[in-house]
């Protein structure tokens, strides 16, 4: 019963998450995928694309462009940013970024004719894991310190026999 109650639940949350994602996207030609990578070809005009656990193949022409756990390869023309995290950026030779790149967790590859408007930033995966993993862990580590103490202060005093 219990395993059905969070396959329900975490359903419910997948649908929470898309649904709005896909009303949204839907009412000025963006493009937002969850787990399935987009292609924007050659003459196609978009607005902004979102991809969440895929990458994203920009051949054409649009606005921002952002991958989250995937990969952003850049042909065409951005409008905005192009920023990943958890997945790198290749700008192609005709690539043309008219606002920032930003890649957290993953690497920059740049040919020599694309050209950036804005500036560039990369940062690596390491700090962005162990922060990732330490501050989630310092509550949980400073609630066992709290029941440790309390035990130990509440503890009965040791009786030795003489």
């Known amino acids: 019963m219990l395993h059905r109650a969070q396959w329900l639940l975490l359903s419910a949350l997948l649908f929470m998450i898309s649904a709005p994602l896909a009303l949204y996207a839907s009412s000025k030609g963006d493009r937002v995928q969850i787990g399935k990578s987009i292609i924007i070809e050659e003459n196609e005009q978009v607005g902004d694309v979102v ?5 994203i193949r920009m051949s054409g022409s649009c606005g921002d462009v952002v991958a989250i756990g995937g990969s952003i390869i850049v042909d065409g023309t951005v409008k905005g940013d192009a920023v990943a995290v958890g997945g790198e950026v290749r700008l192609r030779e005709n690539a043309s970024i008219a606002g920032d790149v930003v890649t957290v967790g ?50 009965p005093p040791e009786v030795r026999p003489v």
Do not use: E
């Open 51 to 55: 991809c969440i656990g895929c990458s």
């Open 106 to 155: 993953g690497g920059l590859n740049r040919s020599p004719g694309a050209t950036v408007r804005g500036d560039v930033k990369s940062q690596p995966a390491a700090p962005i894991l162990l922060a990732m993993v330490l501050v989630p862990l310092i509550p949980v580590i400073l609630v066992v310190a709290l029941i440790v103490w309390l035990l130990r202060r509440n503890r």
